[in-house]
């Protein structure tokens, strides 16, 4: 089984966040991510990936793309 740790992770949405800094801009690091985002959704976990800077300079777009997934999820689950 694969171990990996997640900057946000969403239990009852099955959602993860991750936010990456300048070492996700080479392309080693961008095909582990790709392959690992591969392995989670292969587990019914969906990734959302924001570069740093999106966060910094746009919040609002970043946190409306968050709620518009988490809305979409099939895993919803209400307690």
Do not use: W
């Not at 239990?11 to 966040?17: A, Q, Y």
């Not at 800094?21 to 095909?31: A, L, N, T, W």
């Amino acid at each position: 089984m694969e171990k990996y740790i997640a900057d946000f992770y969403c239990h009852e949405g099955r959602l993860i966040i991750e936010l990456d800094g300048g070492v996700h801009k080479s392309i080693v690091q961008q095909e582990i991510d790709d392959d690992r985002t591969s392995v989670l959704n292969r587990l019914g976990i969906a990734v959302l990936r924001f570069k740093n800077e999106e966060v910094i300079n746009d919040s609002k777009a970043v946190t409306d793309r968050i709620s518009k997934v988490a809305e979409s999820l099939p895993y919803k689950e209400k307690y």
